[in-house]
């Protein structure tokens, strides 16, 4: 069993930064892609950034590709999700996930275990 609690959250004006930590339960944290997904209001849940259980490999969405970047620390239990650059339509809740393979997090579907979500509002 793993959990997964997300902070870092707020309002921020377009152009800010944020960081987001995800502070996950358990031994087995390093075994696990991690990955973040948004879901804004009325649309559905997205995919946003992932990494491998290593830090070897990530993978972003092209809607955040060159403003956010991802980060674990496996001895810590921690994933961040650094986001520059921010604009309106970044605003949503953002959720930590994970999954048991040592390939990448892309899609909801892969998702073993999901955090309560942290809310970042962008505004213009």
């Known amino acids: 069993q793993v959990q997964l609690v997300e902070s870092g959250g707020g309002l921020v004006q377009a152009g800010g930064s944020l960081r987001l930590s995800c502070a996950a339960s358990?031994?087995?944290?390093?075994?696990?892609?991690m990955g973040w997904f948004r879901q804004a209001p009325g649309k559905e849940r997205e995919f946003v950034a992932t990494?491998?259980?290593?830090?070897?490999?990530?993978y972003f969405a092209d809607s955040v590709k060159g403003r956010f970047t991802i980060s674990r620390d496996n001895a810590k239990n921690m994933v961040y999700l650094q986001m520059n650059s921010l604009k309106p339509e970044d605003t949503a809740v953002y959720y930590c996930?994970?999954?048991?393979?040592?390939?990448?997090?892309?899609?909801?579907?892969?998702?073993?275990?999901w955090g309560k979500g942290t809310l970042v509002t962008v505004s213009s």
């Open positions: 996930a994970s999954r048991y393979t040592i390939g990448l997090l892309t899609t909801s579907d892969g998702v073993n275990y």
């Open positions: 990494i491998n259980w290593s830090s070897s490999s990530t």
């Open positions: 358990g031994r087995t944290f390093s075994t696990y892609a």
